[in-house]
């Protein structure tokens, strides 16, 4: 299983990025998809998830209203728009997958069974 996150980039105060994670050895309609993200000295923290069945969204806080998640069936890949960044978004973002997630722990790194290697966004002021 492997899971290829790409889009990353340097921009700055409110501009946007589109963050791809795509997912080979599994099927994404069958996965719950998550957004997590790790700033420089911090915690790993929930961005953004999508489920399996139905695809119910769930976004953090911090990110609800600007962030959108999204699941492109066809191509095995899920999205992630980040529109109006803020230099707090700042941080590595990493997609991660997990078949039996219910609602409650989707926000919990440790639930997920596979993992990207996370791609870099900078967002300056």
């Known amino acids: 299983v492997q899971l290829q996150a790409s889009g990353g980039g340097s921009v700055q105060t409110g501009d946007s990025l589109r963050l791809s994670c795509a997912v080979t050895?599994?099927?994404?309609?069958?996965?719950?998809v998550a957004w997590f993200r790790q700033a420089p000295g911090k915690e790993r923290e929930f961005v953004a998830g999508?489920?399996?069945?139905?695809?119910?969204?769930y976004y953090a806080d911090s990110v609800k209203g600007r962030f959108t998640i999204s699941k492109d069936n066809a191509k095995n890949t899920v999205h992630l728009q980040m529109n109006s960044l803020k230099p707090e978004d700042t941080a590595v973002y990493l997609c991660?997958?997990?078949?039996?997630?219910?609602?409650?722990?989707?926000?919990?790194?440790?639930?997920?069974?596979?993992w990207g290697q996370g791609t870099l966004v900078t967002v300056s002021s």
């Open positions: 050895g599994r099927t994404v309609s069958q996965y719950t």
């Open positions: 999508i489920k399996r069945s139905g695809g119910s969204t």
């Open positions: 991660a997958i997990d078949r039996d997630i219910i609602v409650s722990s989707m926000s919990l790194s440790r639930e997920y069974d596979y």
